[in-house]
């Protein structure tokens, strides 16, 4: 029962460099979203996807990018990492985007930008 | 707008001893609430979620909530603190499309 499977788990960058966090979810459901977690930030929400083949910026969308490649999978793209950008990143998904249905998490992605 | 905002972001009891955490909202319609958990290097938990069925809301591992709409409150307790309930505890309100989560609150627990 894997619920959200996020990839990697943990990664070390330099600036200016790219990378893909993968995530996906075998729960069917609709909605699924990509937060950063910074120490006494609580969680801001960078983009979501309300359904396959929609994508909405969230609080927090500069330097980063999404793709809803299907139902399952939401991937998040940093195309030019910055230290600002060092955190902890989550994927969540959800049955919809108004249901009182919760959100569920994945382990996260720790990512340091150097 | 709908916000969420936890008293306190350390809070320490002593194993045995009453949990309290508190949290207040901000809206203007009955909400949806949440209240989740994160153990270290994890992702958050569902422990309980408000939906207007019942005030008290009972949740997993002996944690509940009680809405109260005078005081725009949804404050999480427990009778009696494990040593296993320390973590990250974090409010959560549902605001249109969005959840909108507190700052978060770190329980410790002490022997």
């Known amino acids: 029962n894997a619920g959200v499977t996020q990839t990697p788990k943990f990664q070390v960058l330099k600036t200016g460099q790219s990378m893909t966090l993968q995530c996906a979810q075998d729960?069917?459901?609709?909605?699924m979203y990509w937060y950063r977690q910074d120490p006494g930030m609580g969680l801001r929400l960078i983009y979501y996807s309300a359904s396959e083949g929609t994508t909405d910026k969230g609080e927090v969308p500069n330097g980063y990018n999404v793709s809803r490649l299907n139902k399952r999978e939401f991937s998040l793209r940093l195309e030019s990492a910055a230290p600002s950008q060092t955190s902890v990143y989550f994927c969540?998904?959800?049955?919809?985007?108004?249901?009182?249905?919760?959100?569920?998490f994945g382990d996260g992605t720790r990512l340091s930008i150097l | 707008a709908q916000s969420v905002t936890q008293l306190g972001s350390h809070v320490s009891v002593s194993e045995g001893a009453l949990v309290l955490l508190r949290c207040n909202y901000s809206?203007?319609?009955?909400?949806?609430l949440f209240w989740y958990v994160q153990y270290p290097n994890q992702g958050l938990q569902l422990l309980l979620k408000y939906t207007s069925a019942a005030t008290l809301v009972k949740g997993i591992n002996g944690f509940e909530a009680e809405f109260k709409k005078s005081e725009t409150s949804f404050h999480l307790t427990k009778p009696s603190a494990h040593m296993s309930d320390a973590a990250e505890y974090f409010c959560a309100v549902r605001r249109d499309d969005k959840i909108i989560f507190g700052k978060g609150t770190r329980l410790h627990i002490l022997p």
């Open positions: 969540a998904s959800s049955e919809g985007l108004y249901s009182n249905q919760p959100q569920h």
């Open positions: 729960m069917n459901h609709n909605s």
């Open positions: 809206s203007s319609v009955p909400p949806y």
